[in-house]
Each structure stands twice: as structure tokens, then as C-alpha cells.
């Protein structure tokens, strides 16, 4: 069954430590992306990845990090540097960035700091 | 930062009443795009414009992209229940795709 799968669906850390989210797809994308989405806003960019090992930052990349070494993983880390991290974390790839193909969402992870 | 603005944020109607919402981009779009996400869900493609003046319909979903390619809106005939939910549109920029505010629809029985 193809598709994008994120783990965990729920997250809860301690404020001050790094924690990283996982995102896999089978779909043979090349393009991955990772969004923010706090209530009643939109999906705002983090970092995308159009190919394996090169990565680029997106509008709200300060205090995440990412890294692409498998064409099928792209996994988020939030970082103690991030001043607010509970959101909504969507991950999602496409055939190849930009224009004329549809993006792919996983379920998200809804990270609560506390 | 974000170039896509969407109109209105949120929207309530009765149930069997017509929905729209808009999109407004300050480029020009080499085609836009839409999804829909349920509350508590993620986003779900539902359909993309390219061409100037394009019209499209998925029952009773209609689309249209504006003939300056810098404006669409996604049209609702009739709603029901199962179409609450956020919609959004999407344009391309560069290498990555800029998602609008959205529009959050609840439906009243």
C-alpha cells in the first residue's frame, strides 16, 4: 500500500530537549517536504528536499534541522533552539518540486512540549 | 514569506446553502492547486488548474482559475455535512509550493 506514513501521532517532550519526527515514503518521490500548521493558520514551510543529500530551508527554518539520506526518509528534528514547538507537523512528497504535481501528506504529529 | 492570501478564513453556512472562497496570489501562477483537510485530518489533493480562464468541476465543486492566472476560487453548490473541513490553495514559487491561509467551512444541519 503506497503512501507517506509519519510516526509517532502524538509527541510529548520536555521543553529543552531535541526530538526528531519521522517521515517515510514509498511513493518514489523525489521531492519532500516538511510543514508547520498551528491552529487556525495555514501550512507554513520548514525545509523541502528535492533530492537525496541536498536539502533547502523553507519561510520558518530556525530551530529545526533535517536530513535526506535515503531517497524514502526525511526526518524533522526540533531542536531546544525552537521557542515554540507545539504544532502540527506535516510531512509530504511529490514527483519532483514546483509546478504541475500534487503533493502527498502523511497523518501528521502533533508534538505538545510541556 | 507566504504570497497566496485566501478569503474568507472562516465561513459558516446552513446546510444546502452555496460556499466559496478565494484566492488571491501578487504573481502571476504557473497553475494553482487545492486541498481539502478534514478537522483532525491532513491535507488531500483535490484538483489543479494550469491553463488562463480554466474551469473545473468535481460534482458539485467548482473551480476556476482567473484569466491573469493570479486568482482562483473553489465553489460549493448545495453543501452538506461532509464537506466541512479547511480548504486550501496552493501556488507554486520557485521549487516550493506556497500554501494559502485557508478557508475553515462549517455546516450547519
Known amino acids: 500500500d503506497g503512501g507517506i506514513t509519519q510516526s509517532p501521532k502524538y509527541l510529548f517532550r520536555k521543553e529543552g530537549q531535541n526530538v526528531t519526527l519521522s517521515c517515510e515514503q514509498n511513493?518514489?518521490?523525489?521531492?519532500m517536504y516538511w510543514y508547520r500548521q498551528d491552529p487556525g493558520q495555514g501550512l507554513r514551510l520548514i525545509y523541502y528536499?528535492?533530492?537525496?543529500?541536498?536539502?533547502q530551508k523553507g519561510d520558518i527554518a530556525e530551530g529545526y534541522s533535517v536530513s535526506r539520506e535515503k531517497k524514502e526518509s526525511f526526518p524533522l528534528t526540533v531542536t531546544s533552539a525552537q521557542k515554540n514547538p507545539t504544532a502540527f507537523y506535516l510531512c509530504?512528497?511529490?514527483?519532483?518540486?514546483?509546478?504541475?504535481?500534487?503533493?502527498?501528506f502523511g497523518q501528521g504529529t502533533r508534538l505538545t512540549v510541556v | 514569506g507566504q504570497q497566496v492570501m485566501q478569503i474568507p478564513q472562516y465561513q459558516h453556512v446552513q446546510e444546502g446553502e452555496d460556499f466559496t472562497t478565494y484566492c488571491n496570489s501578487s504573481?502571476?501562477?504557473?497553475?494553482i492547486q487545492w486541498y481539502k483537510q478534514r478537522p483532525g485530518g491532513h491535507p488531500v489533493f483535490l484538483i489543479q488548474?494550469?491553463?488562463?480562464?480554466e474551469v473545473k468541476k468535481q460534482k458539485r465543486l467548482t473551480f476556476q482559475f482567473g484569466e491573469a492566472k493570479k486568482n482562483s476560487s473553489l465553489h460549493i453548490t448545495a453543501t452538506q455535512t461532509t464537506d466541512v473541513g479547511t480548504y486550501f490553495c496552493?501556488?507554486?514559487?520557485?521549487?516550493?509550493?506556497?500554501f494559502g491561509t485557508g478557508t475553515s467551512l462549517t455546516v450547519i444541519p
Open positions: 509530504a512528497s511529490s514527483f519532483r518540486t514546483g509546478t504541475n504535481t500534487e503533493a502527498f
Open positions: 511513493l518514489n518521490h523525489d521531492a
Open positions: 528536499s528535492q533530492i537525496v543529500n541536498d536539502f
Open positions: 504573481t502571476t501562477l504557473s497553475n
Open positions: 488548474l494550469v491553463k488562463s480562464g
Open positions: 496552493a501556488g507554486p514559487k520557485g521549487n516550493q509550493f506556497y
